[in-house]
């Protein structure tokens, strides 16, 4: 891992110096999103090697929240820099998602309120 800081020094000096303060926040996204990815990257490497629950579960919310997190930054990054439109990107069905999610919830408080 110490061999990385120098390169990774090197590339963030040049990254200081090249990139215009305008232009922060879509650098800030991509270097985000790349963090997002290492950790998604991680997350896959060590999903060949596993054998207790804990770590399987471990490794694939790894996995689930760099991919995210990768996607996310990449999509920031492109509105920031107007490659993409701002307006929010909508998903096929996601209304029915919010609502069947919402009902998931209530279901689940009812259940944990006649528990307890």
């Known amino acids: 891992p110490c061999e990385f800081v120098i390169p990774g020094a090197i590339i ?8 215009k303060m305008t232009q922060m926040p879509q650098m800030v996204g991509l270097l985000n999103g790349f963090g997002g990815l290492a950790a998604a990257l991680a997350g896959l490497a060590t999903a060949f090697d596993i054998s207790e629950l804990v770590e399987q579960i471990e490794t694939e ?11 996310g930054s990449i999509i920031a990054c492109l509105k920031l820099a ?4 701002s307006r929010p990107i909508m998903l096929p069905l996601s209304k029915l998602f919010e609502h069947s999610n919402a009902c998931g919830d209530r279901c689940a408080d009812v259940g ?5």
Not at 12 to 19: R, S
């Open 12 to 19: 963030g000096y040049v990254l200081a110096k090249v990139v």
């Open 61 to 71: 919310l790894a996995i689930f929240i760099g991919a995210i997190t990768f996607f």
């Open 82 to 85: 107007s490659y993409m439109p």
């Open 112 to 116: 944990i309120y006649c528990a307890w």
